[in-house]
DNA sequence: TCCCTACTGTGATTTGGATCACCGAATCAA
DNA sequence: TTGATTCGGTGATCCAAATCACAGTAGGGA
């Protein structure tokens, strides 16, 4: 039932009268992997809420470039969605679903009522913006400071947190559009990597030493 | 007086009761160009408003490289100062003194009743992240996806809007420091923008040709 | 006035990454 | 089964930017 998956989702939103409001004017609707929720330009009209799975937040360049920013999972909403919709601004941004997903999307009026009526509401939003803005200073500083293979690494640890797995099911052509850079560069990374035993290269996948994370901390 | 600067910062808060309660418990400051207002790591126990001047917000590295980020100008105040100081957790980020700036700090806890009690000031904290949310996502696709010559073109326009002169007083290793980058990287740029006539160098100081913006723009 | 420091100009070299040009191997669709 | 497509591997080359290494010059302070 969607109020089970709602409770476990944000178990901060103890408020039946809030529970009741949002699930009452609130959609649910569930998505298969791969599906695009969002592209850039497109309007959006509702505050999307991860309540399942994981969503895949990306900047996309005027000619077509990608950058990977982060993940909605489980009880988070995109900030940028936040903006965009009360502002009546065209998305800036790219979802995806990474995972099976359920989402409960969330009426813009109904959003802004709750903000007011609300405490856990207004709490919930405003430490949404907190933890964005803190992941966007994050790639900030890895696209403006790092060089790619250490990008590379961090990208595959937070991928292994956010699957649960030490197997990533993906392409390199993948990979790098994800860090904004060629499936070359990406190949060949990995290559070192495989080289020094930390991974193993198969096709569609990477396999990753359990003790990646500390190899990598050095 | 204090509350005429406010009005003119501010024009939006009209309600004489919040304006009261920032005139009462904020704490007015000013402040001379070059002043560090905040280092990284440093906590934050007040949100600051800017009433008259301007404020450069840059994001540092751990060695001790440099990424300017935004200006805050009359009438702004810093989302990452909202989401620091109600974390209470430390700066994540640089704010110097750009021009002699006088400024209003709101000490926190007042800042979480007036967000509770006046819709001006839920309003203006919620157009701040927008706003800032804006100006971090072109910060990100200047840094991963232009090239430092056009980085640095914008980044002279900027000044010039900011500082509403065509003269920009400063050194080259300044600019660099901002765009994260070599000096040398900027004393060929400039040189090269020099050529085409479109600035002339001098020590210290850059003259801007008035048609500049349309100039880059091509 | 002279010295020192900060600022600028520029060549040489290196490097990380992008791009181009292929190749073979795996996989899929007909 | 076979042809086409996708994916991964790798050399060659190019380019923007970083780094190193100086040298000249303007200004400020003693």
Known sequence: MTRDILRQALPNLTDPKLVDRLLEKGQFLTFEPGKTLMEPGQFIKAVPLVLEGSIKIMRVDEDGKEL??????SGE???????CCS?????EIKAVVEEKASMLFIPIQLHEQLV??????????????????QEMLTVLDAVAFKRMDERLMNYIVTKMKQLRSNELHTTHQEIANELGTAREVISRL?????KKKWIELGRNVIYIRDDFEELIAK
């Open 68 to 73: 990977f920013l982060y993940y909605l999972e």
């Open 77 to 83: 909403t995109c900030a940028l969605s936040l903006t």
């Open 87 to 91: 502002a009546a601004r065209p998305s």
């Open 116 to 133: 007011d009526e609300f405490k856990q509401w207004k709490d919930f939003v405003s430490s949404t913006y907190q933890h964005r803005f």
């Open 190 to 194: 990995l290559k070192q990597l495989e």
